[in-house]
């Protein structure tokens, strides 16, 4: 059975950076994604990487901004989030994806308890 947990969120102004970290124990996972939930709102898809570390996918909200990697050593997924904007305060949750479509939270299951990030304005 594997487990996942995410850390790293926290309370950041406007215009900072946080990196987000999704370890897994248990067994080694396969590809990974990122969703958020902001309150009063849908999850939604943040990024997702390949087990091998390519293809990488990003939400064009957070394009250019947010970087998916992964440490296959350390059975780790880490999202560097930059540049954070007030609308990107959710939950941040990782889970494993076993096929059929990367942006859809179905698609997904061994979902972690999540992080909770805050951008102040």
């Known amino acids: 059975q594997v487990q996942l947990v995410e850390s790293g969120g926290g309370l950041v102004q406007a215009g900072g950076s946080l990196r987000l970290s999704c370890t897994a124990s248990?067994?080694?996972?396969?590809?990974v994604g990122w969703f958020r939930q902001a309150p009063g709102k849908e999850r939604e898809f943040v990024a997702h990487i390949h087990w091998s570390g390519s293809p990488a996918y990003h939400a064009n909200s957070v394009k250019c901004r947010f970087a998916i990697s992964r440490d296959n050593a350390e059975n780790s997924v880490s999202l560097q989030m930059n540049s954070l904007k007030p609308e990107d305060t959710a939950d941040y949750s990782c889970?494993?994806?076993?096929?059929?479509?990367?942006?859809?939270?179905?698609?997904?299951w061994g979902w972690g308890t999540g992080t909770l990030v805050t951008v102040s304005s």
């Open positions: 889970a494993i994806y076993y096929g059929d479509g990367v942006y859809d939270d179905i698609n997904y």
């Open positions: 248990g067994r080694a996972v396969r590809s």
